[in-house]
């Protein structure tokens, strides 16, 4: 397979970073009259603006944040804009509080809600990680409400969750998915179980976000979307503009000592963060993630933003995806036999941007949809990058062998379940090492050039969507003209527990 080969332009932060000097506006799409779009768009290359017209009924998050980096909180204003574009009328509207998840530390605390500009009660259910707020009439499809939640969020130390992925330590203050968010409406009603915490939280629909925040003037705001501005307030602090979107969650992280090293690929630039002591792995990682950008874009399809963002963490879970920023965890950058896993680990999260970012899924009872598709798309990537014999052994040490010692361990199992009817070593193994197989299976059987239109009509179809597994059958089946369902049975439903 042919790489293109891009001249890069290296902007090389060599002392730690300074929120305006490292504060890069982006350009502001001007609004029109009665234009309540053309903020968003100011996140978008200019060929995807016009993807937000379509998106005029996607729910609007407007925030306004102070971050206290002495009591370690968060003060928000949150006004919403929600569209019920299902066919029923809506009683109640939910907010999943993942803050509050249980064994993170953390909380979050609603202090004042108002509906349509009424004051409203609420009650916390799914141990305080879900918000059900009664609405006084029934929301008619089409119809449209304006929720106000006050809130306070006292963040935990990061070595309090599962995987360090949520807190504050001496490096960086991480805050993913802590914002009050509505999850998915669907025929089975609102989607508010807690997941175990091994798997992903979030299954939300395509928002936008516009973010005012204010922090001290030494901390740079790494999050999604863009920023626009960063203005000095003269007292100590800076408040940030930032707008996102289309986008299912944001992620924010805080830091006054991360480095920054940048490249522009067509009219998106990536940032790489890291820790001084990481700098030749953190240009690294800006390397790997712009081979792994390249290559998706000529595989997939369109990254429409104008961002993305590389941030080494303390978290223990290799990598983590969010829209517009993945983390990496500070053990992959630091130890030298980890650079094998270094490199898968970043370039499978920037293979999130696709495969669940902009092709949305229920991650929680299908979690296959995007993980088994990420892992393969690492296998890609090591073809066009590395060669074929290299791709053989990221298939056999990531996916074969993981998914062999669960099997001879009789410990096999069907990939189509949810996280929940796993335990987290049987995750691992059936999801991350199972699955990836089937697309090998599949490829084998559509051959190259089939599989890749599949892989791009699949985008296509579902960017800024939901897709469900028989999706996936459907899509590659009608690309192919083939009947896939041996390889799918084998592979996906087989055996069943």
């Keep these: 397979m042919k790489t293109l080969r891009i001249w890069m332009i290296v902007l090389v932060c060599m002392t730690a970073c300074n929120p305006l000097a490292n504060t890069t506006p982006v350009p502001f799409v001007p609004s029109t009259l009665n234009d309540e779009l053309a903020p968003y768009r100011s996140a978008l290359i200019p060929a995807s603006q016009s993807d937000v017209d379509s998106l005029d009924r996607?729910?609007?998050?407007?925030?306004?944040?102070?971050?206290?980096?002495?009591?370690?909180?968060?003060?928000?204003?949150?006004?919403?804009?929600?569209?019920?574009?299902?066919?029923?009328?809506?009683?109640?509207?939910?907010?999943?509080?993942?803050?509050?998840?249980?064994?993170?530390?953390?909380?979050?605390?609603?202090?004042?809600?108002?509906?349509?500009?009424?004051?409203?009660?609420?009650?916390?259910?799914?141990?305080?990680?879900?918000?059900?707020?009664?609405?006084?009439?029934?929301?008619?499809?089409?119809?449209?409400?304006?929720?106000?939640?006050?809130?306070?969020?006292?963040?935990?130390?990061?070595s309090k969750?599962?995987?360090?992925?949520?807190?504050?330590?001496?490096?960086?203050?991480?805050?993913?998915?802590?914002?009050?968010?509505?999850?998915?409406?669907?025929?089975?009603?609102?989607?508010?179980?807690?997941?175990?915490?091994?798997?992903?939280?979030?299954?939300?629909?395509?928002?936008?976000?516009?973010?005012?925040?204010?922090?001290?003037?030494?901390?740079?705001?790494?999050?999604?979307?863009?920023?626009?501005?960063?203005?000095?307030?003269?007292?100590?602090?800076?408040?940030?503009?930032?707008?996102?979107?289309?986008?299912r969650d944001f992620d924010i992280n805080l830091s006054d000592q991360l480095q920054r090293s940048s490249t522009t690929i067509g009219e998106t630039t990536i940032h790489s963060y890291y820790e001084a002591a990481d700098a030749q792995a953190g240009q690294d990682a800006l390397k790997i993630a712009a081979d792994a950008f390249r290559e998706f874009q000529n595989r997939f399809g369109a990254y429409p933003y104008r961002e993305l963002d590389i941030v080494e963490t303390p978290t223990t879970a290799g990598g983590i995806e969010y829209p517009g920023v993945i983390v990496v965890g500070r053990e992959l950058?630091?130890?030298?036999?980890?650079?094998?896993?270094?490199?898968f680990a970043t370039v499978h999260e920037v293979s999130h941007q696709w495969w669940y970012a902009m092709v949305g899924n229920d991650q929680v009872n299908f979690p296959w949809v995007d993980e088994a598709l990420a892992q393969y798309s690492t296998l890609m990537y090591a073809e066009a990058i590395r060669g074929k014999a290299n791709a053989q052994q990221v298939l056999k040490n990531y996916f074969q062998n993981l998914y062999d010692r669960a099997k001879?361990?009789?410990?096999?199992?069907?990939?189509?379940?949810p996280v929940a009817a796993f335990d987290e070593n049987d995750y691992g193994a059936i999801v991350y090492g199972k699955g990836p197989l089937f697309y090998d299976a599949i490829r084998k059987k559509m051959g190259d050039e089939k599989f890749y239109q599949f892989l791009r009509t699949y985008f296509a179809a579902f960017r800024y969507k939901i897709a469900y597994p028989e999706d996936i059958l459907k899509t590659a089946e009608s690309t192919c003209t083939c009947?896939?369902?041996?390889?799918?049975?084998?592979?996906?439903?087989?055996?069943?527990?």
């Design 58 to 158: 996607a729910t609007r998050y407007d925030l306004t944040l102070t971050y206290d980096a002495v009591k370690y909180t968060l003060a928000g204003a949150q006004d919403v804009l929600y569209f019920n574009q299902e066919i029923v009328p809506l009683n109640e509207i939910y907010f999943r509080l993942f803050a509050s998840y249980p064994d993170s530390g953390g909380m979050i605390a609603i202090n004042r809600l108002a509906v349509d500009g009424a004051a409203a009660t609420a009650t916390y259910e799914a141990q305080n990680t879900a918000l059900k707020i009664p609405l006084a009439r029934p929301l008619p499809p089409n119809g449209s409400t304006r929720i106000r939640l006050e809130f306070t969020l006292k963040i935990p130390p990061i």
């Design 483 to 497: 009947s896939l369902q041996d390889e799918y049975k084998q592979w996906i439903l087989s055996p069943a527990k």
């Design 161 to 247: 969750g599962h995987y360090a992925d949520y807190g504050f330590s001496n490096t960086v203050v991480t805050l993913p998915s802590v914002l009050p968010l509505i999850p998915v409406y669907d025929d089975k009603g609102w989607h508010i179980a807690i997941p175990p915490r091994f798997g992903d939280l979030v299954y939300a629909d395509i928002s936008l976000y516009a973010v005012t925040m204010t922090v001290p003037s030494k901390m740079n705001v790494i999050a999604s979307g863009s920023t626009l501005d960063a203005r000095d307030n003269g007292d100590g602090t800076t408040t940030w503009r930032i707008v996102a979107g289309p986008m």
């Design 333 to 343: 950058y630091s130890n030298p036999s980890q650079r094998d896993f270094f490199e």
């Design 408 to 417: 001879t361990a009789g410990r096999d199992a069907a990939v189509n379940q």
